[in-house]
């Protein structure tokens, strides 16, 4: 069936780094944009970042511009997320989100997320 | 960016009667080019990730029961659930994905009352 999986979230003191993975199966991978979405436990949803399928292009939210890079290995059928200069407000469950083919600003499938927790 | 709110936070319904849920944004999200909203609502159940419902403000995603359905136009939508089942026990988010970055409405929580 078609999946997400997310890895890689864990508790990192401020200004600490942490790379965040996210494993595709069930479709071909290569073929769709991805996005990375956090959100705040009990609180709303922040888009983040986006990636085309052949990585040609990125874009980012203003608020980790410049400290989070996406990235992704179509061999692999993962997709990134490297998180640099981390924040206590960077706390938050992140989910990878496949991008829908009507459209790459919408999301039809997302993982089960996984949980980053910035405090010294 | 695109504001989105929503109405009411907060909603209990009964089961089998209708659940209304309004959204808002902040400038219209219909591209007069094709005549379509850019505008797509999701589900959360606790603990899990959001789920795509609708899309284009009123295309049901596939396999998404038809008493979801949703309505509006330019900047004004809203998602109705025609007959409240338990498992609809839920926060339901608008989303536009009309211009980048893409923005999410708070959140309507819907209960059973």
């Known amino acids: 069936q078609v999946q997400l999986v997310e890895s890689g979230g864990g508790l990192v003191k401020p200004g600490g780094s942490l790379r965040l993975s996210c494993a595709a199966s069930?479709?071909?991978?290569?073929?769709?944009?991805m996005s990375w979405i956090r959100q705040v436990p009990g609180k709303g949803l922040e888009w983040l970042s986006y990636?085309?399928?052949?990585?040609?292009?990125?874009n980012y939210a203003d608020s980790v511009r410049g400290r989070f890079t996406i990235s992704r290995d179509n061999v692999k059928n993962s997709l990134y997320l490297q998180m640099n200069s981390l924040r206590a407000g960077d706390t938050a469950v992140y989910y990878c989100?496949?991008?829908?083919?009507?459209?790459?600003?919408?999301?039809?499938?997302w993982g089960q997320g996984t949980m980053v927790t910035v405090s010294s | 960016d695109i504001v989105m709110t929503q109405s009411p936070d907060s909603l209990a319904v009964s089961l089998g009667e209708r659940a209304t849920i309004n959204c808002k944004s902040s400038q219209s999200v219909l591209y007069s080019s094709n005549n379509k909203n850019y505008l797509a609502w999701y589900q959360q159940k606790s603990g899990q990730p959001p789920k795509l419902l609708i899309y284009w403000a009123s295309a049901r995603e596939s396999g998404v029961p038809d008493r979801f359905s949703g309505s509006g136009s330019g900047t004004d939508f809203t998602l109705t659930i025609s007959s409240l089942q338990a498992e609809d026990v839920a926060v339901y988010y608008c989303?536009?994905?009309?211009?980048?970055?893409?923005?999410f409405g708070p959140g309507t929580k819907v209960d059973i009352k």
């Open positions: 989303q536009q994905y009309y211009s980048s970055p893409p923005t």
């Open positions: 989100a496949r991008c829908a083919i009507f459209d790459r600003d919408a999301f039809d499938i």
């Open positions: 069930g479709f071909t991978f290569s073929d769709y944009d």
């Open positions: 990636i085309t399928s052949s990585s040609s292009y990125t």
